[in-house]
């Protein structure tokens, strides 16, 4: 069964970085789409940024030149690489697989990591 782990989540100062990963197991990873949402209390769950699986990248407008999402997938690994962080991206941060020829539909969600940004 599809299971993705999160890991890289921290407190980070206003300007800082931090560079999250998600490892894929359970399926074949480079036949997949992959996708960072993030959530805050009380909010919905936003797309932050998405990658298919031949590598072709989108980002949400207010991390665009900020966060850089990337794959490998020889170690069936998702990264999400995020500079200059500001308050607002706060949130909980959850990896997404998508189903094999869809950037549509969510295979699966791992178990979310915090990332939390002071001033």
């Known amino acids: 069964q599809v299971q993705l782990v999160e890991s890289g989540g921290g407190s980070v100062q206003a300007g800082g970085s931090l560079k999250l990963s998600c490892r894929a197991s359970g399926y074949i990873f480079s036949w997949c789409g992959m996708g960072w949402y993030r959530q805050t209390p009380g909010k919905e769950r936003e797309l932050v940024s998405t990658i298919t699986s031949d590598g072709i990248t989108t980002y949400v407008d207010s991390v665009k030149g900020r966060f850089t999402i990337s794959r490998d997938n020889s170690k069936n690994l998702l990264s999400l690489q995020m500079n200059s962080l500001n308050t607002e991206d706060t949130a909980v941060y959850y990896c997404?697989?998508?189903?094999?020829?869809?950037?549509?539909?969510?295979?699966?969600w791992g178990q979310g990591t915090q990332v939390t940004v002071s001033s």
């Open positions: 997404a697989v998508y189903a094999r020829g869809s950037m549509a539909h969510i295979a699966g």
